[in-house]
């Protein structure tokens, strides 16, 4: 039995009770919403391994197969899509159940204190069907002049958020899950979510020294058009508001490797 659920109801419950995110100052930039997960962690009496800078995901639950990542987005500010460093986004790794948790707070809030403004967990299966592939950096030498500089391909996911992919999941807690999995008590079903897997994806690519210019192979989807089903769930006494799926734009990467939005 999954714990997500319960995780789910309280982690409403407290932005509910107005249970508010304390940073340590303003230079805390990261930690701070972590550390306001982490306390609903432990107030559903869930034990875990403390999590670490290089650690995937945040939180690895020690009684149940599950882990938790933790996402906090200032709002207003960029919610389309998110960096990551180490890990593509997967809904199952090192035999754990991922689950994601975007969390949006004030973007310049008058103190050290405000609250968490809107939630959404997802199975990180809704972000990316594929769990069998292995991150790694590599590297190699022989570059420059003297040919004694390292190159490190050392490579960054920037990828969809649930507040992206979905309308009616902003300003609201949705709890997103596959479908077979049972999301628990005090909870009710709003929405029917389907993801279909793409024509064509990327499975090598090449970067030319000379020209600056990168080259990426793309080979025919043996998955291709296979239908994942998510159910989206709400707690008893917020708003029966659907969600579905966003009508996608394409997304480009700029050259200091964030996001855009090709629709704007």
Known sequence: MSIVGELFKECVSAIRSDVLIEREGQRDKEFHFQNWFKARL?????????????????FRCVRHAEGFEIKGLAYPGRQANY???????????????????????????DG?????????????????ADSSYVHENKSFR???SYGDILIRDR???????????????AHSRTLIIPAHMNAGKGLF?????????????????TFDLRSNELHTDLLTN???????????????GDPDTPVSMAQQSSTSIDKRGSAQDGGD
């Not at 460093?85 to 949006?104: A, K, L, T």
């Not at 050290?112 to 990316?128: A, E, K, M, Q």
Request: one cysteine or more; aromatic letters at 12%.
């Open 42 to 58: 432990d107030a559903i009496g869930e034990p875990y391994d403390e999590p670490g800078r290089n650690t995937y995901p945040d």
């Open 83 to 109: 960096d990551s460093n180490s890990q593509v986004p997967c809904g199952e790794h090192n035999g754990r159940q991922i689950f994601y948790v975007f969390g949006r707070y004030p973007d310049k809030p």
């Open 112 to 128: 050290n204190r405000y609250p968490v403004l809107d939630l959404v967990i997802c199975h990180g299966s809704f972000l990316n």
């Open 142 to 144: 022989n570059f420059g």
């Open 155 to 169: 490579k960054m996911y920037v990828a969809p958020t649930p507040l992206a992919l979905t309308e009616g999941a």
């Open 189 to 205: 079903e709003i929405s029917t979510l389907v993801r279909r897997e793409a024509e064509r994806i990327a499975v090598a690519y």
């Open 222 to 236: 043996p998955n291709a058009g296979r239908e994942h089903l998510f159910k989206a769930y709400r707690m008893e």
